[in-house]
């Protein structure tokens, strides 16, 4: 999937809106109901942004329910910076691979930025994290959080490799070590790669990686949402190893 060069994305309520402004996101036009006009310009500030008063009963009327709380921003969608910029500083990186639904699109930002990964990084055919689920979901920790898109493997396990990152795929295989006992000895940088929600990781990013790492796993259960892995993953993997 790729982003339209110029393109644009919304973005939903006040506070996301202001989250996106606080990134140095640019807004085109605001469309907004009268209770949180005041809101809406103190978060704009000297900008010349047209902002658009609709009606509460018009808003409402238009889907039948009160769609956008309060706001909603189009907002002009920034140039996405090379995967070498986002990882440069980066000890402990998510990637998401082939991700298609946005809720756990933003749901995995929001675990990377409340837990401790440092960038964030998708591949070609992930859902797109400026969409606008993918973004309310996130509570607006796209904007915090350094990302941008992978290339294809061969080229992006590369640009990992390259970096000084090792690949950790997480995902069932008779070769795993489970995720407490990676930990302990997690290397400097880590590349944590997470598969998509029906099938998981394809057998090229399992092929990329240089560790298939598990979650042990009870009660019958053989793996968790996506997200939810994530969290659990990125908190295990949140310190780095004892010098």
């Known amino acids: 999937m790729q982003e339209p060069a110029g393109g644009l994305y919304i973005a939903e309520s006040a506070k996301v809106i202001a989250r996106a402004c606080a990134a140095g996101h640019r807004p085109r036009a605001v469309l907004t109901q009268q209770r949180w006009v005041d809101g809406i310009r103190e978060i704009l500030g000297e900008t010349d942004t047209p902002v658009y008063l609709v009606p509460d009963a018009v808003a409402?009327?238009?889907?039948?329910?009160?769609v956008h709380r309060?706001?909603?921003?189009?907002?002009?969608?920034?140039?996405?910076?090379?995967?070498?910029?986002?990882?440069?500083?980066?000890?402990?990186v998510l990637v998401l691979e082939d991700i298609v639904d946005h809720t756990n699109v933003g749901a995995a930002f929001r675990a990377a930025a409340g837990l401790g990964a440092d960038a964030v990084l998708v591949t070609p055919r992930c859902a797109d994290p400026l969409y606008r689920r993918s973004v309310r979901v996130s509570?607006?920790?796209?904007?915090?959080?350094?990302?941008?898109?992978?290339?294809?493997?061969?080229?992006?396990?590369?640009?990992?490799?390259?970096?000084?990152?090792?690949?950790?795929?997480?995902a069932l295989s008779d070769d795993a070590v489970?995720?407490?006992?990676?930990?302990?000895?997690?290397?400097?940088?880590?590349?944590?790669?997470?598969?998509?929600?029906?099938?998981?990781?394809?057998?090229?990013?399992?092929?990329?990686?240089?560790?298939?790492?598990?979650?042990?796993?009870?009660?019958?259960?053989?793996?968790?949402?996506?997200?939810?892995?994530?969290?659990?993953?990125?908190?295990?993997?949140?310190?780095?190893?004892?010098?």
């Open 60 to 66: 409402e009327a238009v889907t039948g329910y009160a």
């Open 139 to 170: 509570m607006g920790t796209v904007f915090q959080v350094p990302w941008t898109r992978l290339p294809e493997w061969d080229e992006g396990a590369e640009q990992l490799h390259a970096a000084g990152f090792e690949i950790a795929a997480l």
């Open 70 to 92: 309060g706001a909603l921003a189009s907002m002009h969608r920034p140039e996405l910076p090379s995967v070498a910029e986002v990882v440069v500083d980066a000890a402990l």
């Open 178 to 243: 489970t995720l407490d006992a990676y930990a302990a000895r997690r290397p400097d940088r880590v590349a944590l790669v997470m598969g998509t929600e029906g099938d998981g990781l394809s057998r090229k990013a399992l092929a990329a990686s240089d560790r298939v790492v598990t979650i042990p796993m009870g009660g019958g259960v053989d793996s968790l949402n996506v997200a939810s892995a994530a969290a659990v993953a990125l908190w295990a993997l949140r310190h780095p190893p004892a010098s």
